[in-house]
């Protein structure tokens, strides 16, 4: 589905309807509109749909769950599952990282809002009311609500709400595709850690509350992972100056990059985590902040417990579904599955990809692929934001039954194309072609209607 410039959605479609197809069902990675018409589902909507729709043992375990009660209020009581479900997450994010401390919320952006809730207490916990500032990318996507929105950086998402968004520093983005420069890639971890460093040291350390990051960009930088060293350099940097690492891991968490914590493959635990989108899969609303044991002790001592939450959270219906998602993706083995054909995904798509001089990069992990489009290969330039590029590839798949995931602006702000993939994990290697070869014609046609443009 088309985003339009900065990722936004389009405005045609805020009431649900205007020109859009009906939904009606949807089977497996496929989806159903009224009229009949089958979509492969791409990117699993917005990168959630992991176990792809319609999967009975999901589905059963909501029912039986909504058969005993509407929802267990989080202040009057507990229930098996939030009970089970804080037990598979501390255990997939792995005893020894002592993440084992969770709020559930109902999406990523209140988890995000929640994080950074939990750094704040965190410090006022322990009478460093000075930390208040947080440390943000350019490029980085965190959400809707003001705080996420005021660490975010989707320009035209941001722009009506200046002036009132929490405020925060940013430090450039970190793209292996667009190094500053002179930097080659090899040394854009420790040139880009320094950038953090030195923007602590002009804020002042004791200022700063934390620094929140995606490990591996979603939407705002097209599916790009840290550059080698980075993620441990920065997790030293911030232990050094008392400033909690938050990693955003609500589009790369839960599995979609091939392990739980996408942050795993770097090695580094971080303070606080957001997650969401597939932790219950997209069946129901479901996300979580996540955080290490000191962090709850410090808590506990001054307030009693963390400060945020909602009516809905931890809604039992949704822990229901995020327990059985969970259990679902251990059981078949399916991070291991995301792993393997995720290996073998990407050169595919590459060499599928090929013939056309437009596509600059393909890159990601596991199952969150990004796919640039440059208007030249060797100097990397964008083609114009009037072509409107991705939204075009994107319109051009749906059209033909492929859903993806265009967003633009990943350059600038204004410049820049790209386009995710995030299929369903439970995608078969029939279905992963299929994906690429209609990917590819996508590209052809969005290319050519795009080009009538300017
Ligand atoms: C990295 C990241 N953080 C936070 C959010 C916000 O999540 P939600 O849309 O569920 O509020 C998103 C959504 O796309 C995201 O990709």
């Given at each position: ?9 389009r ?41 792809g ?137 420790a ?15 004791e ?101 945020t ?13 995020g327990?059985?998602v ?39 992990r ?25 939204e ?23 410049e ?15 279905e992963l ?22």
């Amino acid at each position: 589905m088309a985003q339009a410039r900065g990722g936004g959605s389009r405005a045609r479609s805020w009431t649900g309807s205007g020109g859009l197809p009906k939904v009606a069902h949807g089977s497996g990675i496929y989806v159903f509109d009224t009229a009949g018409k089958r979509y492969l589902d791409a990117s699993g909507g917005p990168a959630v749909f992991c176990l792809g729709h319609g999967h009975p043992e999901v589905t059963a375990a909501i029912v039986q769950q909504l058969e005993r009660i509407a929802h267990g209020y989080r202040y009057t009581f507990t229930s098996d599952p939030l009970e089970e479900l804080r037990e598979l997450i501390t255990a997939a994010c792995g005893r020894a990282s002592r993440l084992d401390a969770m709020v559930f919320v109902s999406g990523g952006s209140e988890a995000v809002e929640s994080a950074l809730k939990v750094a704040l207490q965190y410090h006022s916990a322990r009478g460093e009311m000075t930390r208040r500032r947080f440390i943000a990318r350019r490029r980085s996507w965190h959400g809707n609500t003001l705080g996420a929105l005021g660490v975010s950086d989707f320009l035209d998402r941001r722009a009506p709400f200046e002036g009132a968004l929490v405020e925060a520093s940013f430090v450039p983005q970190v793209s292996l595709y667009r190094p500053p420069e002179g930097v080659a890639p090899e040394a854009l971890g420790a040139h880009a850690a320094a950038q953090l460093e030195a923007e602590i040291l002009r804020v002042g350390p004791e200022r700063v509350a934390g620094f929140i990051f995606e490990p591996v960009v979603g939407a705002a930088g097209g599916a790009m992972p840290p550059p080698s060293g980075y993620a441990a350099r920065v997790r030293e940097i911030c232990s050094r100056y008392g400033v909690l690492l938050i990693a955003d891991e609500v589009m790369c968490g839960s599995g979609r990059t091939g392990s739980w914590r996408a942050l795993e493959q770097d090695g580094v635990v971080p303070d606080i985590m957001a997650v969401a989108k597939g932790l219950a899969g997209g069946y129901l609303p479901l996300g979580a902040t996540i955080f290490s044991r000191e962090i709850a002790a410090a808590l506990e001592a001054a307030d009693g417990g963390p400060l945020t939450g909602h009516t809905f959270s931890a809604h039992t219906a949704a822990c229901a579904a995020g327990v059985a998602v969970q259990r679902i993706i251990a059981r078949d083995g399916l991070l291991e599955r995301v792993r393997t054909a995720g290996a073998k995904f990407q050169p595919a798509l590459r060499s599928a990809l090929a013939p056309y001089e437009a596509v600059g990069d393909v890159r990601g992990r596991g199952f969150l692929i990004g796919v640039e489009l440059v208007a030249e290969r060797d100097t990397r330039a964008p083609f114009p934001a009037e072509r409107a590029l991705a939204e075009t590839i994107g319109q051009c798949a749906f059209e033909d039954g492929l859903i993806c995931y265009a967003a633009g602006g990943n350059v600038d702000g204004i410049e820049g194309d790209i386009v995710l993939l995030a299929p369903p994990f439970i995608a078969s290697d029939a279905e992963l072609e299929e994906i690429i070869t209609r990917f590819a014609r996508a590209v052809g046609r969005g290319l050519a209607v795009s080009a009538r443009r300017v």
